[in-house]
């Protein structure tokens, strides 16, 4: 719950105090940006699992940002696009834990429509018998 509370404080703060970052900046920023989208589906899929741990999300959020900024600049500064690397392996991480975020929320629906159907099953036995 806590990634996605972040996520829509930044989204709010993001239209609310626009911010002009000069151009150059945009292959930094745009890295950086998908790497911490990258930790907040992840924290929203470890949440759904049971297993959100706030420190490692937060390490993961800001040194995943920092790393991927780096390697841009990096990149940059050796004429090689290495930004394409983060850019494939955070993009691939996202969709990915999307598909195991809808396959949880199917599943946890699946699972309260059957309890509900064998609590209806259970109660309306219990009224033939009456």
């Given at each position: 719950m806590v990634p996605l509370i972040?996520?829509?404080?930044?989204?709010?703060?993001?239209?609310?105090?626009?911010?002009?970052?000069?151009?150059s900046y945009s292959s930094y920023m745009s890295v950086a940006i998908l790497a911490c989208?990258?930790?907040v589906f992840g924290g929203i899929r470890s949440s759904l699992?049971?297993?959100?741990?706030?420190?490692?999300?937060?390490?993961?959020f800001f040194g995943n940002a920092v790393l991927a900024a780096g390697l841009a600049y990096l990149g940059d500064r050796l004429n090689v696009p290495i930004y394409l690397?983060?850019?494939i392996t955070f993009g691939g991480r996202l969709f990915q834990n999307f598909a195991v975020?809808?396959?949880?929320?199917?599943?946890?629906?699946r699972d309260r429509k059957k309890k509900k159907a064998e609590d209806?099953?259970?109660?309306?036995?219990d009224r033939d018998e009456a």
């Open positions: 972040g996520l829509i404080i930044g989204i709010i703060l993001g239209v609310l105090l626009p911010i002009n970052l000069p151009s989208l990258d930790s699992e049971g297993k959100f741990d706030t420190d490692i999300f937060i390490s993961g690397a983060a850019v975020m809808r396959r949880e929320i199917i599943q946890n629906l209806e099953e259970r109660s309306g036995g």
